[in-house]
Nanobody, 121 residues
Framework: QVQWVESGGGLVQTGGSLTLSCTAS????????IGWFRQAPGKEREFVALTSGNGGSTYADSVKGRFTISRDYAMNTMYLRMSNLRPDDTAVYYC???????????????WGQGTQVTVSS
């Protein structure tokens, strides 16, 4: 059974930093496209960052220059380093992945349970 376990969320003040981690078990995600997504109250889930199996990354415009996605192939873990956090970054953050890089992230097969990030003003 494939499982993603997320950690690292919490409460932080504006301008602060947090690092989220997501570890997969039950499947080797080394060649998969994996990423982070978030959903704020009353809003649809949105893309935050993606990284492909070869290490290339893409970011939403709203987080470029502030967030960094990375992965540890040996640990089957990915990270999201978030800095200069703002109140509008408040959301539940989800990790997800799939073996099919050509599909939309909304069709990804494997999703974590989510971790809450709250940025106070």
């Amino acid at each position: 059974q494939v499982q993603w376990v997320e950690s690292g969320g919490g409460l932080v003040q504006t301008g602060g930093s947090l690092t989220l981690s997501c570890t997969a078990s039950g499947r080797d995600f080394g060649s998969h496209v994996i990423g982070w997504f978030r959903q704020a109250p009353g809003k649809e889930r949105e893309f935050v960052a993606l990284t492909s199996g070869n290490g290339g990354s893409t970011y939403a415009d709203s987080v470029k220059g502030r967030f960094t996605i990375s992965r540890d192939y040996a640990m089957n873990t990915m990270y999201l380093r978030m800095s200069n956090l703002r109140p509008d970054d408040t959301a539940v953050y989800y990790c997800a992945g799939d073996s099919r890089p050509w599909i939309s992230w909304k069709e990804f097969n494997y999703w974590g349970q989510g971790t809450q990030v709250t940025v106070s003003s």
